[in-house]
Structures are given as structure tokens and as C-alpha cells.
T-cell receptor, first 115, second 113 residues
Framework: GAGVSQSPRYKVAKRGQDVALRCDPI?????LFWYQQALGQGPEFLTY????????KSGLPSDRFFAERPEGSVSTLKIQRTQQEDSAVYLC?????????????FGPGTRLTVT | GDSVTQMEGPVTLSEEAFLTINCTYT??????LFWYVQYPGEGLQLLLK?????DKGSNKGFEATYRKETTSFHLEKGSVQVSDSAVYFC????????????FGKGTHLIIQP
């Protein structure tokens, strides 16, 4: 069956550009998470959606980062005025359970390089 | 805050060797503990989990026991195969409603034939 998909898989942006990263979760999954994984590090939590509601955005590193999930399925992570420190792999995960209580299924990630 | 510490890699072993990857954690409340694995070119996959003290998670010959007294969740396998070569991440989900997982830095395991 279809898993979590993310697009694009690779993105190169010049410093100062805006980018939008897309996540298609597993159909019917209530919970959706975004993580940021820097090179050689583990993923770090950014934000959490339960259906269309963004219940936790405590991990977003600055107000340049914005996420939405308007219809409770596809989600977009937007980064405005990208900086070099934003270079990382951005992972999306979905779960059938509320509030991360169940297994999280991860997508392949989008590798963002800011030059 | 919550944190996970796991042994640095890469860890290189011969096929059929015994594997231990150490993981310790700091968390408030009673977290759930996980091991995730990332095979080359693939996304993170849940390997095993334990939700309370003394629980043992197991899958594909791997085991880990939730030790509250030592705040540890070490990953073990009795006889590794070349196909076990991957990056392994220890993670926790804190109690008290925190939503995301807290991951360690990952341990790269290389199994040589």
C-alpha cells in the first residue's frame, strides 16, 4: 500500500528564497508530524497536526517556518527567506492515533540545501 | 528537557557477531521508548518499542528492555547479518501530552561478511 510521500525529494534554494515542502500522509491518518534532521543528527520535532488543527508548533525554530494542513490530509511546510542553517532533511510522519500515541510512519524526506 | 544519548558510531562487526547499541534517556514522567532503523536509501521504520518499565520490545531478532532504574533501552541482537547494516535511532515519547518524538543522534552499524 502507499506510504507517506514527500515532494520534492531534493530542493536547492538560494539564500533569501522561500520554499514549500509537501507531505502526503497515509490516507485516513489523523496525526501528522514534521521533523528536521541536520547532517549526522537525529530528527528534531518541528510541529504536530491532529486533522487540520495545528496543536503543537513548539519545535519551529523561527517565525520564518510555517506549516499548514487545511483539509486534514496533505500538509505543506513553508520556509520564508531561507538561511544556510535551514539546510537539512525535512521528514514528515503520519500516525493513525491521536497525539503521537501510535506508531509514526515516516516519509523519505526532502533534502533542502540553501546556497 | 527530554534527551536521548546513544553510542557513537560507526559500529563495525563481523556477520554472526553479538550486537549491543547503548541508549540512555532523560525524561520527565514515564516515556515510551522506541528503536527506529533507517536502511540505505529508505525512510525511518519502527523496529521495536516498549511503553512501560520492564517491558521488552522485540522484532526481527532484535530486543530491547525498558530499564527505569538505569534509564536505559539498549538494543541487542544475538547474531547480526549483513542485511542489518543501517542507521539505528533510539527515541522517546514523553508522557504528559508532548507530541513529537525525541531522537538520539543515531548509530551507523556496518556488518562485514
Amino acid at each position: 500500500g502507499a506510504g507517506v510521500s514527500q515532494s520534492p525529494r531534493y530542493k536547492v534554494a538560494k539564500r533569501g528564497q522561500d520554499v514549500a515542502l509537501r507531505c502526503d500522509p497515509i490516507s485516513g491518518h489523523v496525526s501528522l508530524f514534521w521533523y528536521q534532521q541536520a547532517l549526522g543528527q537525529g530528527p528534531e520535532f518541528l510541529t504536530y497536526f491532529q486533522n487540520e488543527a495545528q496543536l503543537d508548533k513548539s519545535g519551529l525554530p523561527s517565525d520564518r517556518f510555517f506549516a499548514e494542513r487545511p483539509e486534514g490530509s496533505v500538509s505543506t511546510l513553508k520556509i520564508q527567506r531561507t538561511q544556510q542553517e535551514d539546510s537539512a532533511v525535512y521528514l514528515c510522519a503520519s500516525s493513525p492515533a491521536d497525539r503521537g500515541l501510535g506508531e509514526q510512519y515516516f516519509g523519505p524526506g526532502t533534502r533542502l540545501t540553501v546556497t | 528537557g527530554d534527551s536521548v544519548t546513544q553510542m557513537e558510531g560507526p559500529v563495525t562487526l563481523s556477520e554472526e557477531a553479538f550486537l549491543t547499541i547503548n541508549c540512555t534517556y532523560t525524561a520527565t514522567g514515564y516515556p515510551s521508548l522506541f528503536w527506529y532503523v533507517q536502511y540505505p536509501g529508505e525512510g525511518l521504520q519502527l523496529l521495536l518499542k516498549a511503553t512501560k518499565a520492564d517491558d521488552k520490545g522485540s522484532n526481527k531478532g532484535f530486543e530491547a528492555t525498558y530499564r527505569k532504574e538505569t534509564t536505559s533501552f539498549h538494543l541487542e541482537k544475538g547474531s547480526v547479518q549483513v542485511s542489518d547494516s543501517a542507521v539505528y535511532f533510539c527515541a522517546l515519547k514523553a508522557g504528559g501530552g508532548a507530541d513529537g518524538l525525541t531522537f538520539g543522534k543515531g548509530t551507523h552499524l556496518i556488518i562485514q561478511p
